[in-house]
C-alpha cells in the first residue's frame, strides 16, 4: 500500500471503517477513517458450539471453516473418550486463525473461542445461569432426532464428541440437563464434519 490508498479496518465487535493510508514505516501505519458504519451480523441465531477437539491441523481448519459459517462461540471439550488437550498456546494460535478467517471472509465479528471445559462442567453452567437467554441444549449423538423445528431466534449451545463418540453414560447425562438427543445423518462423521454440518444446518 502506499500513501493515498484505502483500506478496510474492523474491531472485532461489529464495527467497520473504511480509512485511508496517510504514512508507512517499516513497523507501522497511518490512517485517517474517512467512514465507519455498524455492521448488522446476518445470522438470527446465536450459536455456540461445544466440540471435542481433532488431531493435528484439523482443529484449524474446524476453527476456520466455523468462522466463516457465523458460529459465535467455540468451546473445546473434554470427553471420557478425548485424546487432545488443547492447550492455551494453542487455544492463542486459533484466535490468530479467526482474525485471519474474518479478514478472508468479510466477517466483522471476531468468532469468541472460550477455554476447555468437561461435560460436566459444561453442563453445570448452564444449568446454574440465570440468563433469560439460556440456550437450547442439543448433543450430537446417532438415533438421535433430527436437527429441526428450532425457533428462528433460539440461542443454541450444539455438543459435538470425539472420534469414538459420547458414552452412555455422558449422553444420559446431557439428558438430564434437558439435553436434545440430535443425529447429523446415517453415517458416523469425523469431528470436524460433525462440527460444520452441525453449524450449517444451524445458522440462519
Not at 94 to 122: S, W, Y
Not at 187 to 197: D, F, N, P, S
Amino acid at each position: 500500500k502506499q500513501p493515498g490508498d484505502r483500506v478496510e479496518l474492523f474491531d472485532g465487535s461489529g464495527i467497520a471503517a473504511t480509512a485511508e493510508v496517510v504514512s508507512l514505516s517499516r513497523h507501522s501505519v497511518e490512517l485517517q477513517i474517512v467512514g465507519q458504519s455498524a455492521v448488522v451480523e446476518t445470522s438470527q441465531r446465536q450459536v455456540t458450539l461445544v466440540t471435542a477437539i481433532p488431531k493435528g491441523d484439523r482443529f484449524r481448519w474446524l476453527v476456520e471453516k466455523a468462522t466463516e459459517l457465523g458460529i459465535a462461540r467455540l468451546i473445546p471439550l473434554q470427553t471420557t473418550r478425548s485424546v487432545v488437550d488443547p492447550r492455551h498456546s494453542k487455544l492463542d494460535k486459533m484466535r490468530q486463525t479467526v482474525i485471519a478467517a474474518c479478514k478472508q471472509c468479510g466477517r466483522n465479528r471476531l468468532m469468541e473461542i472460550a477455554g476447555p471445559v468437561t461435560l460436566g462442567e459444561l453442563l453445570n453452567r448452564t444449568e446454574h445461569s440465570q440468563s433469560i437467554e439460556s440456550p437450547t441444549l442439543l448433543i450430537a449423538h446417532p438415533g438421535g432426532g433430527a436437527l429441526s423445528d428450532l425457533p428462528v431466534a433460539t440461542p443454541v449451545t450444539v455438543m459435538i464428541g470425539p472420534e469414538g463418540g459420547f458414552t452412555d453414560d455422558e449422553v444420559r447425562l446431557a439428558e438430564t440437563h434437558g439435553a436434545k438427543t440430535v443425529s447429523l445423518g446415517e453415517h458416523i462423521l469425523r469431528i470436524e464434519t460433525a462440527a460444520l454440518t452441525a453449524a450449517a444446518l444451524l445458522v440462519r
